[in-house]
């Protein structure tokens, strides 16, 4: 037995300095040269950048970007919402003010539904309810027809009316739903009906031409909007030269040589205005017995009012009295 515990002995003591033999040659050993180790090892070894997207020059919010805009750059470590390459980003258009040499970020950019409003166009939302939008059935992405209803009114209008008003416009959202976000599919999966579903929408926004929002503002403010849905592949739209435009409110300033009766359009015609009175038509209700007569210009730097006027008319059985009080009729009959 002492023998076998001497032998044991004498076996560990070997292991053991073997292992002090192999320990003392791996401190003596030269590092590594891998570079990627020295780099771990923070041995001054340049780390590895990454190109994204700067900007070229200082940028300002509001204006789209151009590639001569920008220009790639390589930096240490990726932001957040970089880009990889020129094209992606070109377009966009900041929300704020880039500094020179600074990442353009997808958070520094305009998003949402404004991105989705054409040019020489106007998002404007209405009041809208179950009857108002076709039963809740429109959806983003659709075209209407608004249609509007002025109740009769001593003040500005001789007669209830209805008619179109604006034709073909393109719905961008309806209640929380909209074009550039639509309601989540898991949503629907669920059959969850959101607080802010289209049942239970109250605003529409649809996309009128700048020249056209007056109307609709001063239509909706004095009478009821009615949202009428069509099919997007009809394409039918009123003959405008059928009618005469609509009298602005301001007066124009012509240059000289330049076409009085030239209509205006686009922002011109939103500056100018329209007027409650020509919205709803200048002539008076009985237009058999006055014959249809244009509704005079207004022009807010010349015009005045005119002064009420009484005219007779005899009948064989009757006496024919008509109220004239600027551009609007009335004849009441004794």
Do not use: C, H
Request: aromatic share 2%; hydrophobic share 45%.
């Amino acid at each position: 037995m002492v023998n076998i515990a001497k032998i044991a002995v004498g076996t560990l003591l070997a292991i053991a300095l073997a292992l002090g033999v192999y320990g003392w040659m791996l401190a003596k050993a030269p590092k590594s040269a891998d570079p990627q180790a020295q780099i771990a090892a923070g041995e001054g070894q340049p780390a590895s950048t990454i190109n994204v997207v700067v900007a070229a020059k200082a940028l300002v919010a509001g204006q789209a970007l151009k590639a001569e805009d920008l220009q790639m750059a390589g930096l240490t470590a990726r932001p957040d919402g970089a880009y990889d390459d020129v094209p992606a980003a070109v377009g966009s258009v900041p929300a704020v003010d880039i500094p020179q040499g600074a990442p353009i970020l997808k958070g520094q950019l305009v998003t949402g539904l404004a991105l989705k409003v054409p040019e020489g166009e106007r998002a404007v939302a209405v009041k809208v309810d179950e009857s108002v939008g076709a039963g809740n059935r429109i959806r983003p992405g659709d075209f209407v027809d608004v249609f509007f209803v002025l109740r009769r009114d001593g003040n500005e209008i001789d007669q209830s009316q209805a008619r179109l008003l604006l034709s073909r416009k393109r719905v961008l959202a309806y209640g929380a739903a909209s074009v550039d976000a639509l309601t989540s599919q898991q949503d629907k999966a669920d059959g969850k009906q959101q607080a802010n579903s289209p049942e239970s929408a109250r605003t529409a926004v649809l996309s009128v031409p700048v020249a056209e929002v007056s109307r609709l503002a001063l239509g909706g403010s004095n009478g009821s909007l009615l949202l009428a849905l069509r099919n997007p592949a009809d394409t039918s739209e009123p003959d405008m030269e059928k009618f005469s435009p609509l009298p602005g409110v301001l007066a124009v300033s012509l240059p000289k040589g330049a076409v009085a009766n030239t209509p205006l359009e686009g922002a011109d015609a939103a500056q100018a205005g329209v007027a409650m009175s020509s919205l709803a038509g200048a002539t008076g209700v009985n237009r058999s017995n006055l014959g249809a007569r244009p509704a005079a210009p207004m022009n807010a730097g010349t015009a005045k009012p005119a002064a009420p006027r009484v005219r007779t008319a005899s009948s064989d059985s009757s006496l024919a009295v008509e109220f004239v009080r600027g551009a609007n009729s009335q004849t009441v009959r004794y």
